[in-house]
């Protein structure tokens, strides 16, 4: 009896695991609706979140709490309408961590960060009243409000495939620009955005491999200038080796650190979920269509 308590466990665990990998299957709802994007495409500012409960001490609002909005009935807004808030965003530390990353970001368009759902709960005829249903990070007054629109969840593969010596795909390449509230330095399930888009065949549902070039002399994470090219004779100490003759940095090995896939998009840029990864992922390395 006591054997069959814990195979009926087992097989429990088994179905629970299997449940899981099927919850798994697709982005969760976080990856979809606070991604962000980098857009040129113009977006309508004539909505927006204008204060809320509270708001003689508050100056931000989650999940429950109450926002006024500076449209009404008298502007079409219905009890039951959804608004997703966002926000444009900027680096203000001014701070590049690869070569041309802002120059390429502002090419790439705005970054516009997802920062909520909001359901409108009571009209009024120039105003409303919406509780805040999802949020991202905060909402503030002055956040954007777009009505809400229902984004696709593109099916997940699995990571056991994954081929750390790839080939070049020979399809579209382009960088890691910046990760998602500007991190430099990304993992798996962080979001990051590349300078390819729609406007280049970019779709939601493809996956980016993430690569980088060997022998560049380019520091991805922070270190000391050429520290590992100049190691072998760092302070006159020898021993750690070097290469008798110069490669060329185009004509090694690449180095593949990922994968991610696309999960949204602009006209020239994508929002790319970091789905695995064997390392760290920087600003700066580089992607190709798989």
Known sequence: MRGKIVLAGLILSLSGAAATAQQAAAPIANDIYCSGVVSSEAIPHDTLVISGEGSTYKITFQEGDYVFINKGASQGVKVGDQFSAIR?????????????????????????EDEGRLRVVVVHPNDSVAQVEKSCNYIQRGDTLLPFAERPAPPLKTDVKFDRFAPPSGKATAMIITGKSYVSELGSNDIFYVNLGSAQGVKIGDYFRIFRYTGTQHEYSYQTKRFAFD?????????????PS????DNTPREVVGEGIVVRTGPNASSVLLTFGLREAYAGDYVEIE
């Open 88 to 112: 444009h965003t900027e680096d203000y530390t001014k701070t590049e961590w690869t070569k041309w990353q802002s120059l390429i970001l502002r090419k790439m368009g705005t970054l516009w």
């Open 231 to 243: 190691a072998d004779s760092w302070n006159g100490v020898q021993g750690y080796g070097s290469s």
């Open 246 to 249: 110069k490669y060329k940095w």
